[in-house]
């Protein structure tokens, strides 16, 4: 079973206090927001659209995969990349924004029977890994991290258990991608028993695990990036193309049906 599409009357936009920020890297950093509603209902999977500041410029709010939720609090890990990110990375703690939230679908921890979840990411995208491997964990789930950069620097593993790192030039862990290292480690992980993998990171990364996962039938549920401006279905800018049952393709607004996709209906 896929996961589950939004569910438009969860959604809330409220006025959030920025608790805490802080740097984790040259260009990372987690930011706390006292933000109550959108805790309440949260799932890993699921993102935010920030509307950054209060004026008009960056027009478009910016989304976030929800990185934890601890009480009232939820955490997002943001990369300095634009103006938008550097606004919002600089905001001084105390300080409110608005959060559209919990926005998507979330990751399928229930329809599938496994005893190890192993969760895949890339650079950014191990934003959302520390949720999933909390509440996998609390279902007595087995969870290993297998983290992929193209250097050291790139590597992000902010309080996750059991990391295996791999870097495209060897500076750190395994020497190749991340995929090349599951291919490694797939033997040793499949004598504890059925597996299932989680995935968010670069598009190229996110095909070549699929096709992987594909070919030896293993579940996987992948975490897709895109432009997305309401969040909602409205601008239709985060529309990308998926495979059908049939053979066929066919076109999916990613902030509704997505951002988690079963990995066999991504088209490679």
């Given at each position: ?26 260009d ?26 209060t ?38 703690e ?44 609390a ?8 983290i ?15 990391c ?15 995929v ?17 993998i ?39 800018g ?12 066919r076109?999916?607004?990613l ?14």
């Amino acid at each position: 079973m896929s996961p589950v599409m939004l569910e438009i009357n969860s959604i809330v936009d409220v006025r959030a206090t920025i608790v805490q920020t802080r740097r984790i890297s040259s260009d990372v950093s987690i930011i706390t927001l006292n933000c109550p509603s959108v805790a309440a209902t949260a799932k890993p999977g699921s993102f935010v659209n920030v509307k950054v500041n209060t004026s008009t410029q960056p027009l478009l709010r910016r989304p976030f995969s929800i990185h934890n939720v601890q009480g009232n609090l939820i955490e997002i890990m943001v990369k300095t990349i634009g103006c938008g990110t550097a606004l919002f990375c600089d905001t001084q703690e105390g300080s409110t924004v608005m959060v559209l939230g919990p926005l998507g679908n979330c990751f399928n921890i229930i329809d599938h029977d496994f005893n190890t979840a192993i969760l895949v990411s890339g650079g950014i995208g191990t934003a959302p890994m520390l949720f999933l491997e909390r509440t996998l964990a609390a279902q007595g789930k087995k969870v290993i991290n297998l983290i992929g950069g193209r250097t050291k620097e790139d590597l992000l593993a902010q309080n996750l258990s059991d990391c295996r790192f791999s870097t495209d030039d060897g500076s750190m862990g395994f020497k190749g991608t991340v995929v090349d290292m599951l291919r490694n480690e797939l033997p040793d992980i499949e004598h504890d028993g059925t597996l299932k993998i989680f995935a968010c990171g670069p598009n190229p990364m996110l095909k070549a695990l699929a096709k992987f996962c594909n070919e030896r039938h293993i579940a996987c549920d992948l975490s897709l990036e895109s432009v997305m401006g309401c969040g909602i279905g409205i601008c239709y800018g985060c529309s990308v193309e998926i495979n059908t049952p049939d053979g066929g393709i066919r076109t999916i607004l990613l902030c509704r049906e997505g951002p988690v996709i079963d990995a066999k209906l991504l088209v490679v």
